[in-house]
């Protein structure tokens, strides 16, 4: 797997995949369009894959995960402090 993409790509459609994972369709859109999983949602999105007889490890999801945005880092930044 190379991209994020790869991941959504397990599936055949974003609707079975939140259908899999136990969440909502928007949900599940929104990480598409976004080019990142939450890691919140990693273990989910491993234990769905490997019912399908494939490796997704924590060390994958983090190397094919977009960075968060520059925006969201200023905005956490100063409310730490």
Same mark, same amino acid.
């Given at each position: 797997?190379?991209?994020?993409?790869?991941?959504?790509?397990?599936?055949?459609?974003? #609707?079975?995949?939140? *259908?899999?994972?136990?969440?909502?369709?928007?949900?599940? +859109? /929104?990480?598409?369009?976004?080019?990142?999983?939450?890691?919140?949602?990693?273990?989910?999105?491993?234990? #769905?894959?490997?019912? *399908?007889?494939?490796?997704?490890?924590?060390?994958?999801? +983090? /190397?094919?995960?977009?960075?968060?945005?520059?925006?969201?880092?200023?905005?956490?930044?100063?409310?730490?402090?």
């Amino acid at each position: 797997m190379q991209v994020i993409g790869d991941i959504f790509g397990l599936w055949d459609s974003l #609707a079975n995949m939140a *259908r899999e994972l136990g969440i909502e369709y928007q949900t599940v +859109a /929104k990480w598409s369009q976004r080019g990142r999983i939450p890691p919140e949602s990693w273990p989910a999105v491993i234990e #769905a894959a490997k019912r *399908r007889k494939i490796i997704v490890t924590p060390a994958l999801l +983090a /190397k094919l995960n977009k960075p968060r945005g520059t925006a969201n880092v200023v905005r956490e930044a100063r409310a730490q402090g």
